[in-house]
Nanobody, 134 residues
Framework: VQLQASGGGLVQAGDSLRLSCVASGRTSGFAGMAWFRQAPGKEREFVSA????????YYAASVRGRFTISRDNDKSTVYLQMNSLKPEDTAVYYCAADLSSAYRLGSAESAWDTYSDQEQYDRWGQGTQVTVSS
């Protein structure tokens, strides 16, 4: 599976952006997907994740209520709708795929409890820059 992220840009505080992550490969629809971000001088951090059929969504406290993750498995694409952007959202955003958990858990998507653990993700996209000016 290969991942291609896009949609980043330079916006003002309060604006919105929608990131997209297109997955290619035979098993691209059967993976937990997530967005992580890394701000300058900081560790990469979890932002949001969605289970393989989209049944479950997870958010970091800092983005809950402002960001929405979704997926369209017919298009092998995961989206991150980011509203009410703040300067502290400035970072490079990476999409990632967790194939191992999907195969291990199968239909038990609600048991996916490692969604925020970067070490569990098998594939990473190249990152897309989001810059929010005040």
């Amino acid at each position: 599976v290969q991942l291609q992220a896009s949609g980043g840009g330079l916006v003002q505080a309060g604006d919105s952006l929608r990131l997209s992550c297109v997955a290619s490969g035979r098993t691209s629809g059967f993976a937990g997907m997530a967005w992580f971000r890394q701000a300058p001088g900081k560790e990469r951090e979890f932002v949001s994740a969605i289970s393989w059929t989209g049944t479950s969504e997870y958010y970091a406290a800092s983005v809950r209520g402002r960001f929405t993750i979704s997926r369209d498995n017919d298009k092998s694409t995961v989206y991150l709708q980011m509203n009410s952007l703040k300067p502290e959202d400035t970072a490079v955003y990476y999409c990632a795929a967790d194939l191992s958990s999907a195969y291990r858990l199968g239909s038990a998507e609600s048991a996916w409890d490692t969604y925020s653990d970067q070490e569990q993700y098998d594939r990473w996209g190249q990152g897309t820059q989001v810059t929010v000016s005040s």
